[in-house]
């Protein structure tokens, strides 16, 4: 069974810092580009940073560039997301999701179940 | 970048109705559409892929169709199951502003 599995939510103060966990399993990790995605309470699905297969390409929304970190450890079928300087707005469950890529399209499949990271002194 | 919204923003609808909602991009993205299903306290699930292509598992009561820059997600007969929040994506220029802004379904 393909599954993803975050970890490393939690309470934390405004400036500080916190690492997120994705543990990838059913599939060949190393062959696919993977994403975060966050969702504030009550708000919508928003992209934050994706990796590609071997980690040597990477992206990020404007709102986290230059605070958050992605990498991944193919050897431990294990995606990271390094958040530091968080703030109040960075509040929100994160996901992580694989993306598919085909002839004809490309599409998040599956996610995980997300993990809830709170930014509150 | 590519701008996606949907419509309506929520909906009301009883159980046997037949439900449509609507992304539009703002630029054409071909059929590089997909639609997901977020009932709450859950993860997004993937519905419709490539505008219209339903993916394994999912109740032949929905449907996608469109291309270009209107797109609609179908369901044809509600069932209790189906009260959630529906998000398209477009894949044409991932991954920034990649999602629409939700609709959210509710009993009536």
């Known amino acids: 069974e393909v599954q993803l599995v975050e970890s490393g939510g939690g309470l934390v103060q405004p400036g500080g810092s916190l690492r997120l966990s994705c543990a990838a399993s059913g599939f060949t990790f190393s062959s696919y580009w993977m994403h975060w995605v966050r969702q504030a309470p009550g708000k919508g699905l928003v992209w934050v940073s994706r990796?590609?297969?071997?980690?040597?390409?990477?992206s990020y929304a404007d709102s986290v560039k230059g605070r958050f970190t992605i990498s991944r450890d193919n050897a431990k079928n294990t995606l990271y997301l390094q958040m530091n300087s968080l703030r109040a707005e960075d509040t929100a469950v994160y996901y992580c999701?694989?993306?598919?890529?085909?002839?004809?399209?490309?599409?998040?499949?599956?996610w995980g179940q997300g993990t809830l990271v709170t930014v509150s002194s | 970048d590519i701008q996606m919204t949907q419509s309506p923003s929520s909906l009301s609808a009883s159980v046997g109705d037949r439900v449509t909602i609507t992304c539009r991009a703002s630029?054409?993205?071909?059929?590089?559409l997909n639609w997901y299903q977020q009932k709450p306290g859950k993860a997004p699930k993937l519905l419709i892929y490539a505008a219209s292509s339903l993916q394994s598992g999912v109740p032949s009561r929905f449907s996608g169709s469109g291309s270009e820059t209107d797109f609609t997600l179908t369901i044809s007969s509600l069932q209790p199951e189906d009260f959630a929040t529906y998000y398209c994506?477009?894949?044409?220029?991932?991954?920034?502003?990649?999602f629409g802004q939700g609709t959210k379904l509710e009993i009536k």
């Open positions: 990796i590609n297969g071997d980690g040597s390409s990477t």
């Open positions: 994506q477009q894949s044409y220029s991932l991954p920034r502003n990649s």
């Open positions: 630029q054409s993205i071909s059929s590089y």
């Open positions: 999701a694989r993306e598919v890529i085909t002839a004809i399209n490309n599409w998040f499949d599956p």
